[in-house]
């Protein structure tokens, strides 16, 4: 595995498996969320996003984490070794969102210039949580299963899982070596 694909809700630990596979497998983490915010939570041009996401996968071997099924997908997808789907129940996914918003803990995978607020936007924002599964999720699946039906993909739904996940895998030399 050289190239992994991870979806899901927000809240449901992509960023987190992420960091965890990356130290493990010795892979660089592209968080995609980063690459798509500007500063003060604004949406970048299509091309410029697409640009970005181009760059950052560029490379023979990453861990890319993060959605954008229509805008990027076509882009990752058919590179991608793995997908891992995290199918996080929505009231932890819920719960993690609001806790790490008014905890106002820093996250790697905050976009620069972008904070997170108890506004109308995060109102907005936590019905996209709960409602993920049933609004948006079969979306994403389609066009997963169009661009990719061949890629093997691993579903993982909870913390016990996801360690089970990360301990079958293979630890890189230097880990060894630490």
């Known amino acids: 595995m050289q190239r992994i694909v991870i979806l899901g809700n927000a809240g449901s630990g992509k960023s987190t498996l992420?960091?965890?596979l990356g130290k493990q497998l010795g892979l660089p983490v592209v968080h995609l969320d980063t690459l798509f915010w500007e500063p003060g939570w604004i949406e970048p041009d299509a091309e410029q996003?697409?640009?970005?996401?181009?760059?950052?996968?560029?490379?023979?071997?990453?861990?890319?984490?993060?959605?954008?099924?229509?805008?990027?997908?076509?882009?990752?997808?058919?590179?991608?070794?793995?997908?891992?789907?995290?199918?996080?129940p929505r009231l932890t996914c819920f719960t993690r969102v609001v806790t790490r918003s008014v905890m106002n803990r820093p996250r790697a995978d905050l976009p620069a210039g972008c904070?997170?607020?108890?506004?109308?936007?995060?109102?907005?924002?936590?019905?996209?949580?709960w409602n993920f599964d049933r609004g948006y999720r079969p979306g994403i699946e389609a066009v997963r299963q169009a661009i990719a039906p061949r890629i093997p993909t691993v579903h993982l739904r909870c913390k016990r899982q996801i360690g089970a996940f990360l301990d079958s895998l293979p630890a890189t030399p230097q880990t060894c070596l630490e």
């Open 18 to 20: 992420a960091r965890a």
């Open 49 to 88: 996003f697409r640009a970005r996401v181009s760059e950052a996968i560029a490379a023979d071997a990453w861990i890319c984490e993060g959605n954008y099924a229509r805008r990027t997908f076509d882009l990752r997808l058919p590179r991608a070794d793995l997908i891992i789907w995290l199918d996080t």
């Open 115 to 129: 904070t997170e607020k108890l506004d109308r936007a995060f109102l907005t924002f936590l019905n996209f949580v």
